[in-house]
């Protein structure tokens, strides 16, 4: 499991792996749904210095009624 940058709950999993053995892995948070790619810069990838601005606290998704939709791509 790794941390999630973005609500610090441990519940960070790989969700794919790059075909090129250990370029890239990308992570899912199980808490909030945030993803994030192993090769990117520390203040995505590390808790400690993500922007304060865009953290949650997971206590709020459980609450989270409403997810906003996907629009339909345009052609």
């Given at each position: 499991m790794h941390t999630?940058?973005?609500c610090d709950s441990k519940k960070g999993e790989v969700?794919?792996?790059?075909?090129?053995?250990g370029a890239w892995e990308v992570y899912q948070c199980q808490?909030?749904?945030f993803t994030w790619r192993s090769c990117e810069p520390e203040s995505i990838t590390?808790?400690?210095k993500y922007n304060p601005a865009f953290k949650i606290d997971p206590k709020e998704t459980e609450t989270a009624i409403e997810v906003p939709a996907v629009p339909e791509r345009k052609a």
């Open positions: 999630c940058p973005r969700m794919s792996k790059s075909p090129v053995e808490t909030c749904f590390n808790p400690e």
